[in-house]
């Protein structure tokens, strides 16, 4: 069976939003409107404590609302939380740390 974490965190509307860790899987999910539609991030370790995060995908019908943003900052969380390094292949996770820029999140990456 796979890990998955869980992280509550809530959209601009006040809905709540889980977004759901699958270590085994490798990946960052949102399940939307508990329907089968997910968002998903990507990643893959390239190195003992080394992660490339890949690649974020939400539904064309959810888009612009938000919700990459939860997966970025799940995923970046993990890598500080974890004391991994990170390549960030994946233009979203680039643009969401340049906007949110926490001191934490560039100790943990590879420039």
């Given at each position: ?92 996770i680039q643009k969401y740390v340049k906007e949110n820029p926490q001191p934490q ?7």
């Open positions: 069976m796979a890990q998955a974490a869980q992280a509550n965190v809530f959209d601009a509307n006040g809905s709540q939003i889980h977004v759901e860790h699958d270590r085994r899987r490798r990946q960052f999910v949102i399940r939307l409107n508990g329907s089968h539609d997910r968002a998903v991030l990507l990643y893959e370790y390239v190195g003992k404590k080394t992660v490339d995060l890949q690649h974020t995908e939400v539904p064309d019908a959810y888009r612009g609302r938000g919700i990459a943003k939860h997966l970025a900052k799940a995923a970046m969380d993990f890598v500080v939380e974890e004391d991994l390094k990170a390549h960030l292949t994946c233009w979203y999140y560039f100790e943990h990456i590879y420039q």
